[in-house]
């Protein structure tokens, strides 16, 4: 039973580390899947994780927080979009653009505000979002065994973000298989032109596109302050908005993969935090470093073609100019 729980504590973490991965994720797929690259996925998370942090604790409310996490990152959005779409600047150097701009400008405020090194105040639990637990959690746990402790440590227990999360990977399939617009944002990503010559504006479809990967982001952002943590911390997105690329790239620009590469990749995380000090058999301490590189070695052997192929929408990276 011992091993049922560490097992399923370790699963219940993994679930916990993916989830702004898989709201990454899918941010990023809406966004390359039009055609826009979108490296800005870090500065939009950490912008809007910023932004979550200060107006919950301003105001009281994790709601309040969320609202401003989305609105603050469909802004940054609608930033790469201009530099993007309608100026037809480079998309990379775009998006790198506002990840120094979310670097430097939540330091900057942050200390100015609070003066605490570019940190923000603590959250209380009301101004946060919490632990749920589903109804009957504790009794199952305690009385049936293994898929009573399952549904306890695996199922119950995580913040509503958490299963909003997954609520997001399932719509994102929806709308990108399933719907008219999903079905004109995917060839906008592939052939521009025949979009633009069944009288459709290429230039709307990525702006709708990129605000709808903005919001996934804030969620994400918001996620890491006001649910994961109790606080803003600079730099505290750590590179989860390349990993969410990753998982983009591993997925092959689908949901549902990029959701189990997600899940892949939190696993690593959790794993990186229960290994620090454990010696093994014949090997001794291995490195926590070593797992958070798995997510981009993987990446590279996929891109290299030992796993199959990953291949990109065709028109992503190239700005759109309408034939005259």
Not at 55 to 61: I, K, L, Q, R
Not at 251 to 269: E, I, T, V, Y
């Given at each position: 039973?011992e091993?049922?729980?560490?097992?399923?504590?370790?699963?219940?973490?993994?679930?916990?580390?993916?989830?702004?991965?898989?709201?990454?994720?899918?941010a990023?797929?809406?966004?390359?899947?039009?055609?826009i690259?979108?490296?800005?996925?870090?500065?939009?998370?950490?912008?809007s994780?910023?932004?979550?942090?200060?107006?919950?604790?301003?105001?009281?409310?994790?709601?309040?927080?969320?609202?401003?996490?989305?609105?603050?990152?469909?802004?940054?959005?609608?930033?790469?979009?201009?530099?993007?779409?309608?100026?037809?600047?480079?998309q990379?150097?775009?998006?790198?653009?506002?990840?120094?701009?979310?670097?430097?400008?939540?330091?900057?405020?942050?200390?100015?505000?609070?003066?605490?090194g570019?940190?923000?105040?603590?959250?209380?639990?009301?101004q946060?979002?919490?632990?749920i637990?589903?109804?009957?959690?504790?009794?199952?746990?305690?009385?049936?065994?293994?898929?009573?402790?399952?549904?306890?440590?695996?199922?119950?227990?995580?913040?509503?973000?958490?299963?909003?999360a997954?609520?997001?990977?399932?719509?994102?399939?929806w709308?990108?298989?399933r719907?008219?617009?999903?079905?004109?944002?995917?060839a906008?990503?592939?052939?521009?032109?025949?979009?633009?010559?069944a009288?459709?504006?290429?230039?709307?479809?990525r702006?709708?596109?990129?605000?709808?990967?903005g919001?996934?982001?804030?969620?994400?952002?918001?996620?890491l302050?006001?649910?994961?943590?109790?606080?803003?911390?600079?730099?505290?997105?750590s590179?989860r908005?390349?990993?969410?690329?990753?998982?983009?790239?591993?997925?092959?620009?689908?949901?549902?993969?990029?959701?189990?590469?997600?899940?892949?990749?939190?696993?690593?995380?959790?794993?990186?935090?229960?290994?620090?000090n454990?010696?093994?058999?014949?090997?001794?301490?291995?490195?926590?470093?070593?797992?958070?590189?798995?997510p981009?070695i993987?990446?590279?052997?996929?891109?290299a073609g030992?796993?199959?192929?990953?291949?990109?929408?065709?028109?992503?990276?190239?700005?759109?100019?309408?034939?005259?």
């Amino acid at each position: 039973m011992e091993m049922f729980d560490q097992l399923f504590s370790l699963l219940g973490a993994t679930i916990r580390m993916a989830t702004p991965l898989i709201f990454a994720a899918m941010a990023g797929i809406f966004s390359e899947r039009s055609g826009i690259i979108d490296i800005s996925l870090e500065g939009k998370m950490l912008m809007s994780a910023f932004a979550a942090a200060v107006v919950s604790y301003e105001t009281g409310s994790p709601i309040f927080g969320l609202g401003a996490a989305l609105f603050i990152s469909m802004m940054l959005s609608l930033l790469h979009g201009y530099a993007s779409i309608t100026q037809k600047g480079n998309q990379t150097i775009s998006g790198l653009a506002v990840n120094f701009l979310a670097s430097g400008l939540t330091v900057t405020l942050g200390h100015a505000w609070y003066s605490q090194g570019g940190l923000t105040p603590a959250l209380k639990n009301e101004q946060r979002f919490t632990a749920i637990d589903l109804p009957g959690a504790e009794w199952m746990g305690e009385n049936i065994p293994v898929l009573g402790s399952f549904y306890e440590r695996v199922l119950s227990g995580h913040n509503i973000l958490v299963y909003l999360a997954f609520v997001a990977a399932a719509v994102s399939f929806w709308v990108l298989f399933r719907s008219r617009f999903g079905l004109r944002l995917r060839a906008t990503g592939e052939e521009p032109n025949a979009v633009d010559s069944a009288g459709i504006s290429v230039a709307w479809v990525r702006y709708r596109a990129i605000l709808i990967a903005g919001s996934l982001a804030g969620f994400a952002g918001a996620y890491l302050s006001i649910a994961q943590n109790a606080s803003f911390i600079r730099e505290m997105t750590s590179g989860r908005g390349y990993i969410a690329l990753a998982a983009v790239i591993f997925g092959k620009w689908h949901p549902r993969g990029a959701l189990l590469a997600c899940l892949l990749f939190g696993f690593l995380q959790a794993l990186e935090t229960r290994m620090q000090n454990v010696e093994l058999p014949l090997v001794g301490e291995l490195p926590t470093q070593l797992f958070s590189a798995i997510p981009y070695i993987i990446t590279v052997v996929l891109l290299a073609g030992f796993i199959g192929k990953a291949i990109a929408p065709k028109a992503i990276g190239r700005p759109y100019v309408k034939e005259r």
